[in-house]
Every structure is written in structure tokens, then in C-alpha cells.
């Protein structure tokens, strides 16, 4: 089999994933094929070199041998303000002095181990490219930064190390930026362009050692390999308080895609018109929520899977999605949501999204403490407002999730997770501002918000959505950082 070892001279590997929110862990394919790339055009665009690109670039995605994430830590430097390296003007403007200065954190991962390697066992007794490669690879530098020194060697030997292999896997939680048929291709037109390199296709990646933790009592809702996000593409984006309305709009359109009858797993009704007692789909929102600085803006949103589900019911609320989201020449798959005679609002399925909050891992993680994001809807009114009788109505929330019940439950009006929405506006209704907004007849409408930090007796998975307004997108929980499992 192929395998290109990777040496990190300093120690050090300094590159940012592309939505600049963490240094990137292990080093994607796709840079290392850029910086191949990179040597082919300094050695002077050999022939022989080129054909052992475009071969290796057709390859199914290699296996990567590297330091699971717990033998690394990341590192960032102060921010620094450095001039941007593809400024436009006049020929005074474009000097380094003369340009604007942008912030920049340049983050490192440091692995226990410095050798990397990525083994294609497809390549098995493949020997007519091997010169040219080892041609490319001696002339590699740096990976990612200037600074991130390194040693390519190409061999055709490799025993893999099983403990810290990322496999190349469906249900993996890691996406990793890999080459794919005519990557090259578009690195040189890009390059004639004058245009910054654009990310190409990803693949799933199961994590060594992280993959196989113990995992505790799991909800009904699928994990982060059935979401399928949307994100923010252009036109009037909603805010997060509205969010009520943009999960009806996004129903309504998947059961008007897809097939007819809507399907009890999309609609959630029965044939005769009444609420199912299944599982179904849950539409949620994706917010800049639970960072040191979230915002709290609404950044997309996604369709969550039900676990357990039958492949006759998977296929029917794939069909919808497929017809929901049509694929459109140059911009992938896009969609346009109505929400009224003049607010339209463009979005995109993202199969890798660009920026963290948008990422469904972070609400499918395993913890013993979880905190709503989103309030809680409670499933009647409590007597007297009594704090023990909402107490138990959040409890069997749980339940009904097939959770277990918590052992603590903290009931407040504001979210313990930054930027979460609060349950009801600060000062009451006569207090000026935005509050929530409910589609006409909805029944959950007027049900009382509540939001809940809550403590189980064992760690459990995600995602956690609880209450009335579940499979609308409230009721949904983060799990708290200092008590997540590694």
C-alpha cells in the first residue's frame, strides 16, 4: 500500500480550519495535496509529476495515522494584525505599509507524536508513480502555515497503528477536507484567476480512541450523521425568535416535496389527521450560541432524524429533502424558504458547514449535565405555578425522550448557555423589544417557557429536546463544557 509520511520538524502543526474556530486536527488531505500541488508548480509543472497528481487525486480517501485529539493540545499566539496578502487598489494601496490591517490568531496543535501518516491500501503493488511522487515530496517545506515545517516522504510499506488511525467512515463525527477528481484542475484555474483556493469535498471520519467511548441512555432523536444542515445563504435571514414560524415554513415545504401522503415521519399525523405518537422528524435552529461571545443570531437551522427509523421511512424523508433542496449548477444544493409575502430566505445544505455553531456534533455529545439553549415548552400548565410540579413535568419530558430522569433540575427564565434566548422578555410585556412569535394556531403557543439546567445520574447522549416544542426546535439543550466527557 501507499503511504506518505509527514514529519513535523518543530513539533508543531500550525493551521486554522477555515472558518478560523479551531487549529485543525490532523492535517486535512486536501491541504497536503495542495502542498504537492504547490511543488509540482515549483519544479516547473513536470508531465510525469502532474499524471502522479491526478492519480493520486482520484484515490478513495486515504486512512490517516495521527494522534487521537487527547494526545494533543492546541495552542493560539496573541492576535496580531498583519496586512491580507490578496489586497486590490491602485499601486500605492497594495503596498504591505499602505493596506489594512486584519486581525489574525494563529492557532497550533501540538501532538504527542510528530510523524503522520496517510496509507491508501488501494494503491496495493502500485509502483508506476512512485518516482514522481517522491519528486514532489522532497521538495514539501511547510504544511499549512510557512512556519509549520515538515518532511513528505512517499513509501510503499506501512503498517498502520490501528490505536491512531481516522478511518474514512459514514458515521464518523469528524469531517476531514480531502482531494477528489480534478482538484488540480481547479487549483490552476484558480491560480489563473488570482482567486484564493475554494474548499472542495470532505469525507467522514470515525476519531480513533473517541469513537469507541461508552456511550449512556440515548434520546429518540438520531445522532450527528442523520442531521442534514442548512445554512444561511443571502436574503431576509429571521431572527431566532421567530424560529416557530421558520420550522412550520420548512415542514409544510418537505411535505408538499416530497412523497403524497406526507409520510407520518415528516408531517407528524397520522392518516386520519391526529398527532402520531412516534418519533418523527424535529426541525431545529443553529445559532451562535454557547461562546464566550455568541451572539445569538440564527445561522441556519437542520432536520434532525428520529433514531430507530424504518429505510422505507428514511427513503421517504430523503426523497423530501432531495426535492426541498434542488442541486443548482455551481452552487450545490439550495433552497428558499417563504416565510411571508415579502420576507424570503435563501439557504444551502451543508454536508460539511463552515462555521462551528452550524456543527450537530456539539448537541450529540455525551455529558452528565446539559443546559436549554432554546426554552422549554412545558406540556400543560403547572398548578399555582408550583416550581416541584413544573419539576415533574420536565422530568417526564425526559422520559419521553427515552431518557432517564435527572436527578437535579434548575428551572430559570434565562439560559444558562451564552446568547440562548431568554424564556420571556426582561421587564414583561410592557418592557419594548422583540419577544417570541408563534404561527397562527399553534397549539404550544401559549404554553409556559421554561429554561433548565439539568443533572443526570449518568452520563447521557444527545441531542436533548424536551417539551411541547420539541420537534420545533425548543427545548434544545447543550451540553455543559466542564462536565462533558473527553
Not at 54 to 60: G, N
Not at 66 to 87: M, Q
Not at 281 to 290: D, F, H, K, R, S
Request: charged share 25%; net charge neutral.
Amino acid at each position: 500500500m501507499l503511504a506518505l509520511e509527514i514529519e513535523l520538524l518543530t513539533g508543531v502543526y500550525r493551521a486554522t480550519l477555515p472558518d478560523c474556530s479551531a487549529a485543525e486536527w490532523p492535517p486535512h488531505p486536501e491541504r497536503v495535496f495542495s502542498a504537492l500541488a504547490q511543488s509540482w508548480g515549483d519544479g516547473g509543472c513536470d508531465v510525469q509529476e502532474r499524471a502522479a497528481l491526478e492519480w493520486l487525486e482520484r484515490l478513495p480517501a486515504p486512512l490517516i495515522e495521527a494522534d487521537p485529539p487527547e494526545n494533543c493540545s492546541e495552542r493560539s499566539s496573541p492576535t496580531v494584525f498583519v496586512p491580507p496578502n490578496d489586497a486590490r487598489g491602485g499601486d500605492i494601496a497594495v503596498l504591505p505599509e499602505r493596506r489594512p490591517r486584519q486581525a489574525r490568531d494563529f492557532k497550533v496543535q501540538v501532538p504527542t507524536n510528530p510523524l503522520i501518516r496517510l496509507v491508501w491500501p488501494e494503491a496495493q503493488g502500485q509502483t508506476e508513480h512512485l518516482a514522481a511522487l517522491e519528486a514532489l515530496a522532497s521538495r514539501v517545506a511547510s504544511l499549512g502555515h510557512s512556519a509549520s515545517l515538515v518532511r513528505f516522504t512517499f513509501g510503499n510499506e506501512a503498517t498502520p497503528d490501528n490505536a491512531k488511525l481516522w478511518r474514512p467512515d459514514d458515521g464518523g463525527s469528524a469531517a476531514l477536507r480531502t482531494m477528489h477528481q480534478g482538484r488540480l484542475r481547479n487549483l490552476e484555474t484558480w491560480l489563473a484567476g488570482d482567486e484564493r483556493p475554494k474548499v472542495g469535498m470532505s469525507v467522514r471520519y470515525r476519531r480513533p480512541l473517541l469513537e469507541v467511548q461508552t456511550e449512556g441512555p440515548k434520546s429518540v432523536f438520531g445522532a450527528a450523521a442523520d442531521w442534514f444542515v442548512f445554512e444561511d445563504e443571502g436574503g431576509s435571514r429571521p431572527d431566532l425568535l421567530a424560529f416557530a414560524h421558520i420550522a412550520k415554513c420548512v415542514r409544510m415545504s418537505l411535505m408538499t416535496c416530497g412523497p403524497q401522503p406526507p409520510p407520518e415521519v415528516v408531517s407528524g399525523h397520522t392518516a386520519d389527521g391526529t398527532a402520531t405518537s412516534r418519533p418523527h422528524i424535529a426541525i431545529v435552529p443553529l445559532a451562535n450560541v454557547g461562546w464566550e461571545h455568541a451572539t445569538g443570531d440564527l445561522l441556519g437551522f437542520a432536520v434532525v432524524l428520529p433514531r430507530g427509523m424504518a429505510d422505507s421511512e428514511r427513503l421517504d424523508v430523503l426523497r423530501a429533502l432531495a426535492a426541498f433542496a434542488r442541486l443548482e449548477e455551481g452552487e450545490g444544493m439550495c433552497a428558499e424558504l417563504h416565510l411571508s409575502a415579502t420576507v424570503h430566505w435563501r439557504v444551502q445544505r451543508a454536508a460539511v458547514p463552515s462555521r462551528a455553531s452550524l456543527r450537530p456534533e456539539r448537541w450529540c455529545k455525551t455529558a452528565v449535565s446539559w443546559a436549554s439553549a432554546m426554552p422549554v415548552l412545558l406540556d400543560r400548565f403547572p398548578e399555582h405555578n408550583d416550581p416541584v410540579e413544573e419539576a415533574r413535568l420536565i422530568a417526564a419530558a425526559c422520559r419521553n425522550i427515552g431518557l432517564p430522569e435527572p436527578i437535579e433540575i434548575e428551572i430559570h427564565k434565562h439560559s444558562a448557555v451564552r446568547g440562548g434566548p431568554s424564556a420571556y422578555r426582561a421587564g414583561g410585556n410592557r418592557s419594548p423589544g422583540p419577544d417570541w412569535s408563534f404561527p397562527k394556531g399553534a397549539k404550544f403557543a401559549r404554553r409556559p417557557r421554561r429554561h433548565v439546567v439539568l443533572r443526570f445520574g449518568e452520563p447521557v447522549t444527545g441531542p436533548v429536546l424536551l417539551g411541547a416544542g420539541r420537534f420545533h426546535g425548543f427545548g434544545m439543550c447543550l451540553p455543559l463544557d466542564w462536565e462533558r466527557l473527553p
